[in-house]
């Protein structure tokens, strides 16, 4: 499977993009290129065919981890003990601008993140899941329907590196 998405560069048009979340907006138009400039996460983008500067769709990466204890148990049983926590790689945002739901991108969106994570976690740094954090109740419905688990915490929701590996 090859990526949809190409890196955020300074020529896609980060000011046209809305998907009608004000949290996700704010956070393409004015922390995003930022972020990637800091190396705390890297944007990813869905650009529209023609000119290539209209941002489709986006979401970012990052590495992260997650206590030991909090990992669902068969999963723990399998993990080194001698870890406090165990390396993940966060999907921090995804979002569709509103021009373009409805056209399963958000699902196109997501399936490369699990790709290019899972592609990650063999070849350059080591994660056992993708970890999501939703901003609300149907972002959470969204993930539980591609098997992500919800986790003993603030919310936040996990799908094994195994598990990623079988959608590919």
Known sequence: MAYITVPLVTSHDKAAFSCSKDMLDRYLHKQAGQDMKRHLSVVFVLPEEK??????????LSSDNIPYDQVPLNIQKKMPS?????????????????????????????????????DISTSTVGSIAGIVDPLDKAANAFYAQYGFISLPDRGRMFLPMKTIKQLF
Not at 51 to 60: L, M, P
Not at 100 to 116: P, S, T, V
């Open 51 to 60: 000119e290539g500067v209209r941002i489709k769709g986006y979401y970012s």
């Open 82 to 118: 001698s870890y406090t926590s165990l390396p993940t790689t966060l999907l921090g945002r995804l979002a569709v601008d509103k021009n373009f739901q409805g056209q399963g991108l958000g699902e196109r969106l997501l399936l490369d993140a699990l790709k290019r994570s899972y």
